[in-house]
T-cell receptor, first 112, second 121 residues
Framework: RKEVEQDPGPFNVPEGATVAFNCTYS??????FFWYRQDCRKEPKLLMS???SGNEDGRFTAQLNRASQYISLLIRDSKLSDSATYLC?????????????FGTGTRLKVLA | GAVVSQHPSRVICKSGTSVKIECRSL??????MFWYRQFPKQSLMLMAT?????????EQGVEKDKFLINHASLTLSTLTVTSAHPEDSSFYIC?????????????????FGPGTRLLVL
């Protein structure tokens, strides 16, 4: 079983739609969680951290369920510019060092 | 804040040559830097973790003698791909992490450089 699993997609949605991505992780001792966005041939950029209480940033809402070991990202009112690959990232602490474990990413394409 | 630069952005070289990539944290001190590699349509794969002033920790399957990492200061880490071969062609990305300014426990957020595309002919 992969440490961090995501549906690779692609998710093709019309502009204005609401789309949700889920991600599951296997290590119950994982410390922190993030969603990153990666555009084609670019580096990942931090979209948002994911807290147990959930957090919202404009059209984006992230949730963490530690009991079920999954993380979600909800995008409301999708824009064309939201088209990208969304990476679920779990931060684990091993031998005193934090290390990111990446999911394979979920591709989103927002259609006009 | 939390800007990371990488140089060069693109390299084309002949097989057998060595290539050096620099990663700099511009506005913060990075206690830890990470080096990743990403092949087309695949996710980022961690190659090594680098702490300032100490030897890098390599992931399983990554040859430390081929991928030399130096983390000489809190703002600079370098990756040297020695005797590069066509199969080393990839997108190399570094990231840097810092301690939270409030002095609370380190939260481990990583900030990524723009990446270096290496093509070995």
């Amino acid at each position: 079983r992969k440490e961090v699993e995501q549906d690779p997609g692609p998710f093709n949605v019309p502009e204005g739609a609401t789309v949700a991505f889920n991600c599951t992780y296997s290590n119950s001792a994982s410390q922190s969680f993030f969603w990153y966005r990666q555009d084609c041939r670019k580096e990942p950029k931090l979209l948002m951290s994911v807290y147990s209480s959930g957090n919202e940033d404009g059209r984006f809402t992230a949730q963490l369920n530690r009991a079920s070991q999954y993380i979600s990202l909800l995008i409301r009112d999708s824009k064309l510019s939201d088209s990208a690959t969304y990476l679920c990232v779990v931060n684990e602490r091993t031998s005193g060092t934090y290390k990111y474990i990446f999911g394979t990413g979920t591709r989103l394409k927002v259609l006009a | 804040g939390a800007v990371v630069s990488q140089h060069p952005s693109r390299v084309i070289c002949k097989s057998g040559t060595s290539v050096k990539i620099e990663c700099r944290s511009l506005d913060f001190q990075a206690t830890t830097m990470f080096w990743y590699r990403q092949f087309p349509k695949q996710s980022l794969m961690l190659m090594a973790t680098s702490n300032e002033g100490s030897k890098a920790t390599y992931e399983q399957g990554v040859e430390k003698d081929k991928f030399l990492i130096n983390h000489a200061s809190l703002t600079l880490s370098t990756l040297t791909v020695t005797s590069a071969h066509p199969e080393d062609s990839s997108f190399y990305i570094c990231s840097a992490s810092q301690k939270v300014r409030t002095g609370r426990a380190y939260d481990g957020t990583q900030y990524f450089g723009p990446g270096t595309r290496l093509l070995v002919l």
